[in-house]
């Protein structure tokens, strides 16, 4: 037999078969196989290939006259007389879909009478074949042509709705006239699946449940997916005493029945006792669908007392929730496509008008059209291309920001949240309620902020008490709760919900937004390659006695930065090399690099020491140029001696190479764009047979791994490279782990 999962869990997240049920464990209970039917019908389980009756209800010789012993194991025939059993088996042999064929009316003879009834089929995975047999009320026959004469003026006044509203109303109104249910509600789930009432036909003395909510534990997500498969469930009689299949699984496969599809299936006992603490005596509900999905239902209560509409009729109410469903998802849809198309239309607009380079992407999205009338919202803030603007009622600038932190913390493209203050409960919001992020690269973000939208919404019953403790003998268990008063709650703190299809527009825009930043960013880059190039030496000196080397290395994935390296003689003879690393990435560090190298070339040429040239080149950073932070290391070597005169601003010390491999004895002073601090000289000698190995941090950072595990890996390198080159080095150390450039400048005294 097959087995039926709901919402993708697994069987095994069901309770075992017969296990006790209350409000706690309702949730898991499996509704499926139930064991037992509803005593109006009986129901015999086929096997279909040789119609043996292999599990019957134990009802049957109430409505049959005949005793389980007498039809177990026989054939159908023993149940309904051969010349019926005929009819069943040649219907089931002749199509493949028995449910589009129910009824099968038959005639049996019950207690020496003869009684119209109604046999309903369908057929099961593994050759099982399941045959209710309902006693049949009502004109007959009702179903078939007839059904769609009986529905034909309301499916005409569904047609002519020209609002979800008279829908509502059109359906709920025909299915009562259809019916004679006291009372039919159209119930309407929301995305989270709390119901509400949104149409009701009801007696008049009795109370409206129109407008009313009801939370989504009172439908269990499992009884949800079964109302996807089975568009009719009917509880004629709350009061109804089960009726168990015997044996109780099914003998060839050692299972319980899956009664899904059985009209007859016995419900849940806490739906029952819910009904019960309603008042109803009665009860129907026909499934709404949208592209497959329980959109809602037509839910049919009656309270005079037990109530069984003959089959026919039932099929005719399905045959309006059909086409109420329809006619829903073609208005929803309608309705839908007029919203996307705005949306796309102003998505258009707003995503030409950032194509214009004349203007800053930032700028482009807070002209006319601007991002809120993309999106409604009380205030928009966008941080793009170093530029950060607000429009409208935006929290102060740490606020949003830590909305822009929370949202990059999520890793999601797109976070939104409709209750922020649940995110943030220790911060002053300043009225703004909800938030829709979207994350774009190195940090940058859009997000809207709405401000709270108060509204009342009114419970059939309290959502926050659902249940009460019922005394059963030495025990407690949770049954449903009694009062479906309307109970009125007051939501605060949330803002209007983020519609579908503005998450769709958002997402969208995204899209665009990345494509645009990287489009501009390339020329950037381009631009940004070109400059930081040219401004490195086309070529080092040729020494006697000494070999220079030097290797740039541009980040992974372009990324041009900041890092410089440069050698020259002065007039004296003495050599300058040193190497620098301008904090950030793009165009703005490649002319601060370029600034900070010419300014520190013409101090050293003019004469001023390694320590001395620092010190200036500091005083005109901060001046000049006081948002640039940047690292230096710097040394002049008399060639003839091998003395060295060195001075760090915050660089990684050089490494002495020789028979030794060792860290210069370079004193460390703070970086360049530092105020209130001094260069700290330091000397040291290169002989014969060694050298200098000069780097950026590039080379030695990695993601996984710490600076000092890095410098380790760096003096290994050298200690083993052969020519001890900057390209030789470079390479030994080459790594994806690393987000920086690598720049290394080698002097080697022969």
Known sequence: ???????????????????????????????????????????????????????????????????????????LSALIGAAQADRVQQSAQTFGDLRQRNPLELELTVAGRARPFDALLHREPGGVLLVELEIAYGQRPFSFPNTFQAVRNSVEELNRATSIGELYDTAARAVRDLTGFDRVMVYRYDRDYNGEVVAECKREDLN??????????????????????????????????????????????????????????????????????????????????????????????????????????R????????????????????????????????????????????????????????????????????SLGGEYHVLGEVPPADVVAAVASWARDSGAEMTSTERLSDEFPELDLHDAAGALALNLPDEQYVIWFREEALRAVDWGGDPHNKAIAVREGDGVRLSPRRSFERWREVVEK?????????????????????????????????????????????????????????????????????????????????????????????????????????????????????????AQLNAFSLHLMPRTFATVILVRVDLESGQVEAASAGHLPPYRTGPVIEQAPVQLSPPIGVRGVSYAPSAFTVD????LVMYSDGLVERRDSTIDAGLDRLADAIGRAGDRSASTISKALASSETDDDVTIITLQRL
């Not at 000196?541 to 041009?560: C, H, K, N």
């Not at 014969?688 to 050298?691: A, D, E, F, P, T």
């Open 208 to 313: 409206s449940f129109l407008g009313l909510h009801y939370p989504a534990s009172d439908i269990p997500a499992q009884a949800r997916a079964m109302y996807e498969k089975n568009w009719l469930r009917l509880i004629s009689d709350v009061d109804y005493v089960p009726a168990p299949l015997v044996p109780a699984v099914d003998p060839d496969v050692g299972t319980p029945l899956d009664l899904t599809h059985a009209t007859l299936r016995s419900v849940s006992p806490v739906h029952i006792e819910y009904l019960q603490n309603m008042g109803v005596r009665a009860s129907m509900s026909i499934s709404l669908l949208r592209h497959g999905r329980l959109w809602g239902l037509i839910a049919c209560h009656h309270y005079a007392g037990p109530h069984l509409p003959p089959y026919g009729v």
């Open 315 to 382: 099929a005719a109410a399905e045959f309006l929730g059909s086409t109420l469903s329809l006619r829903l998802v073609d208005r929803f849809d309608e309705d839908q496509l007029r919203e996307r198309l705005a949306s796309q239309s102003m998505l258009a607009h707003l995503t030409a008008a950032t194509l214009n380079e004349s203007d800053s992407v930032a700028s482009a999205l807070l002209g006319y059209p601007s991002l809120l009338d993309l999106l409604p919202a009380a205030g928009v803030a966008v």
């Open 688 to 691: 014969r047979g060694q050298g």
């Open 494 to 614: 949330c803002c209007e919900p983020w519609t579908s299809i503005q998450l769709e527009t958002a997402e969208a825009l995204r899209g665009h937004l990345v494509e645009e930043l990287y489009r501009r960013t390339r020329g950037a880059f381009r631009v940004a390659e070109m400059l930081q190039r040219s401004l490195l030496p086309a070529s080092i000196p040729t020494i006697e006695g000494w070999e220079l080397s030097a290797d740039y290395r541009p980040a992974a994935g372009g990324r041009v930065g900041g890092d410089w390296y440069d050698a020259f003689q002065l007039p004296d003879g003495r050599l300058i090399a040193l190497l620098g690393d301008v904090a950030g990435h793009g165009l703005s560090a490649a002319g601060a690099m370029a600034q900070l190298r010419n300014a520190l070339r013409s101090q050293l040429f003019a004469g001023a020491t390694p320590a001395e040239a620092l």
């Open 1 to 75: 037999m097959s087995r039926h999962t709901t919402d993708g869990d697994a069987d095994g997240d069901l309770l075992p078969a017969g296990t006790p049920i209350d409000l706690d464990n309702c949730a898991r209970e499996p509704i499926h196989i139930p064991g037992s039917v509803q005593p109006r019908g009986v129901l015999a389980v086929v096997r279909e290939r040789d119609f043996e009756i292999r599990q019957i209800s134990a009802n049957v010789g109430d409505l049959l006259g005949v005793s389980v012993d007498e039809v177990l194991g026989r054939h």
